[in-house]
Nanobody, 124 residues
Framework: QVQLVESGGGLVQAGGSLRLSCAASTRTFSNSAMAWFRQAPGKEREFVAAITSTGAYAGAADSVKGRFSISRDNAKDTVYLQMNSLKPEDTAVYYC?????????????????WGQGTQVTVSP
């Protein structure tokens, strides 16, 4: 059974930084596209960033472009989300997800396995 475990969330002031990690317990990690999504209270889950299995290509949502970056270390079966210049509107539960069916996708229905989420709270 595939498991994804996120860590690194917490409380930070606006303008600060956090680095989220997502460790995978699956042999398919190096063959999976990986992504981060987030869900704020009362809102639908939304795409944040994704990366191909080799890390050769990555993309992010317009709302975080230039502030957040996704990366991965296949030797450690881990994907990261570096978040800089955080804003209160970045407050959400952040989820990592993996897809064995797509090289790169921003659609959550294309992801096969999910982590439990980690809370990020940005104070004004």
């Amino acid at each position: 059974q595939v498991q994804l475990v996120e860590s690194g969330g917490g409380l930070v002031q606006a303008g600060g930084s956090l680095r989220l990690s997502c460790a995978a317990s699956t042999r398919t990690f190096s063959n999976s596209a990986m992504a981060w999504f987030r869900q704020a209270p009362g809102k639908e889950r939304e795409f944040v960033a994704a990366i191909t299995s080799t890390g050769a290509y990555a993309g992010a949502a317009d709302s975080v472009k230039g502030r957040f970056s996704i990366s991965r270390d296949n030797a450690k079966d881990t994907v990261y989300l570096q978040m800089n210049s955080l804003k209160p509107e970045d407050t959400a539960v952040y989820y990592c997800a993996g897809s064995t069916r797509f090289l790169f996708t921003k659609s959550e229905i294309d992801y096969d396995y999910w982590g439990q989420g980690t809370q990020v709270t940005v104070s004004p």
